[in-house]
Nanobody
Framework: QVQLVESGGGLVQPGGSLRLSCAAS??????LGWYRQAPGKTREWVAT???????NYPDSVKGRFTISRDGAKNTLYLQMNSLKPEDTAVYYC???????????WGQGTQVTVSS
């Protein structure tokens, strides 16, 4: 059974850094990633990492955010640097299972960037 539990959110000043963690159990072959949803906006993709370790980011976070995983600890990370107020959102851990196809979501963790 897949379980995703995020942690590490909080309040940070503009220009600051934060690292999110996602304890991911029961995941196998598929894609892990992070999405975010700001108030009044649709959920948007932030970063993904494939089973083989390939990473992808949208232009809005490229160069500032880094996704990684620790296989031994079954943990997914999102290192966020140079944070901006527009990064404020609830961040969700995500797993796209390939066989059978199914998507899983964590409960989310709030990130607020404000002075």
């Amino acid at each position: 059974q897949v379980q995703l539990v995020e942690s590490g959110g909080g309040l940070v000043q503009p220009g600051g850094s934060l690292r999110l963690s996602c304890a991911a159990s029961g995941t196998g072959f598929g894609i892990l990633g992070w999405y975010r949803q700001a108030p009044g906006k649709t959920r948007e993709w932030v970063a993904t990492i494939t089973y083989g370790g390939g990473t992808n980011y949208p232009d809005s976070v490229k160069g500032r955010f880094t996704i990684s995983r620790d296989g031994a600890k079954n943990t997914l990370y999102l290192q966020m640097n140079s944070l901006k107020p527009e990064d404020t959102a609830v961040y969700y851990c995500y797993f796209h299972q390939s066989i059978p196809i199914r998507d899983y979501w964590g409960q989310g963790t709030q990130v607020t960037v404000s002075s």
